[in-house]
């Protein structure tokens, strides 16, 4: 802003300078002129008053007319035998001494009004060089992964809109950077999660298989067990490859989700399709309450995935012979969908990181990896969609997704 200013106050400067000369010049020619009228009119009166003298039969008006008269005369073949050229030299000597000194005058006058805007280019140009320097100082610092500078620099020239792009360009890298570091924490607290949620059951599967090869006489009865707990410990390694292996598209922006009109009742029907069998393992009935005019814009095949880890969630937390209701609407804003469990429900204090990777609430299940909210959360971040819960312990958890039109 200061920048701003400053460039108007030259420019304001500037001009009053430049109407200043012009109306001190307009006055010095104005001078100019009545010196030199006065000048001839003394003489010419001088000369009229001695004519009326020697011939009293002249009369004013003649006299005037012969002043006045346009017509070429022989006049400088008169003064020539004085010695005066008229072409080239004055008649009056005053006036001869008047133009020196008028000359002196204009010369001073415009050689000030010249040194003068020297003067004021001078300043501007300075301020000029200095704001390069600043932009090069600056440009430095961003070569030096630096920064934390301000660039006060709005204005309408042209170095003050470099200034401000470099700003913009600034503050991108600066976000950029910023960013970077966070993704290299993230980075860094994912690998020691993925590497202490493998650890477990690996060492649990190294340590069935030794048990398995050292006792060759193990039962029958035993060693079915072993294989039951390995196939289960292996399905639980794969389906956390498969849920990182999507996180990681999602985060890498490498997955384009399609936008469609989509049929919310078949949403909800396609994910439910894909817990019948929990559902019956724990004989829990799933209602849904029909809108069949609902509907939602986004990626059918991603949000199903979507709903089918938060349905599986309800499962997982739902008690034997329970139900789980489901109800979805749309209306000018939105789409919603509800999903609610009678199960044993959230504690207060595992609320607000549900949706964190890897975290495990107080009441996980011990094949619970915490990692299939995380990516319904992703999932619907994507399609311009909000999740949230509500939860009341022995009594349920509720979960509410907005998709937003």
């Not at 006055?27 to 003298?53: C, P, Q, W």
């Not at 006058?109 to 060089?129: A, D, H, P, Q, S």
């Not at 004989?283 to 095949?301: C, K, L, P, T």
Request: glycine letters at 2%.
């Amino acid at each position: 802003m200061k920048n701003k200013i400053r460039f108007k106050k030259y420019v304001a400067i500037s001009i009053l300078l430049i109407i200043c000369f012009l109306g001190l010049f307009l006055a010095l020619s104005k001078y100019e002129y009545d010196i030199y009228t006065m000048h001839f009119n003394e003489k010419i009166a001088k000369i009229v008053g001695t004519l009326r003298e020697k011939y009293p039969n002249v009369t004013e008006e003649e006299i005037i007319a012969i002043l006045n008269n346009t017509e070429e005369n022989s006049s400088s073949q008169i003064f020539a035998k004085y010695g005066i050229d008229i072409e080239n030299s004055a008649i009056l000597l005053e006036n001869d001494a008047s133009f020196a000194q008028f000359l002196i005058i204009n010369l001073s006058f415009m050689l000030t009004i010249i040194l003068i805007l020297c003067f004021v280019f001078l300043i501007y140009n300075r301020k000029k060089e200095k704001e390069i320097q600043d932009i090069t100082k600056c440009i430095e610092q961003i070569n030096n992964k630096n920064y934390e500078f301000n660039m006060d620099s709005i204005s309408e020239d042209e170095l003050s809109i470099l200034k401000s792009e470099i700003y913009k360009t600034t503050i991108m890298l600066k976000e950029a950077a910023e960013n970077s570091n966070i993704e290299k924490a993230n980075l860094k607290k994912s690998l020691e999660d993925i590497s202490h949620q493998l650890k477990t059951p690996l060492t649990s599967i190294l340590v069935m298989l030794d048990d398995m090869l050292d006792d060759v006489d193990m039962d029958l009865e035993t060693r079915n067990d072993f294989m039951k707990d390995i196939k289960r410990e292996v399905i639980s390694i794969n389906f956390l490859v498969q849920a990182l292996l999507k996180l990681s598209k999602l985060d890498s922006n490498t997955i384009t989700f399609t936008k469609e009109k989509i049929e919310m009742s078949k949403l909800i029907e396609e994910a439910v399709k894909n817990v019948s069998t929990l559902c019956d393992l724990k004989n829990i009935h799933i209602e849904i309450q029909e809108n069949r005019n609902a509907s939602m814009q986004g990626d059918f095949r991603w949000q199903v995935e979507a709903i089918t880890n938060i349905l599986k969630n309800c499962i997982d937390h739902s008690l034997n012979d329970s139900k789980i209701c489901i109800s979805y609407e749309q209306n000018h804003v939105y789409s919603s969908i509800s999903i609610k469990d009678f199960g044993e429900g959230i504690a207060k204090e595992d609320l607000p990181h549900i949706f964190e990777r890897f975290f495990k609430g107080k009441n996980a299940t011990q094949d619970s990896i915490g990692i299939g909210l995380a990516l319904s959360k992703t999932i619907i971040a994507k399609d311009n969609g909000t999740i949230s819960v509500t939860s009341e312990s022995k009594v349920g958890t509720q979960f509410i997704i907005k998709y937003f039109s």
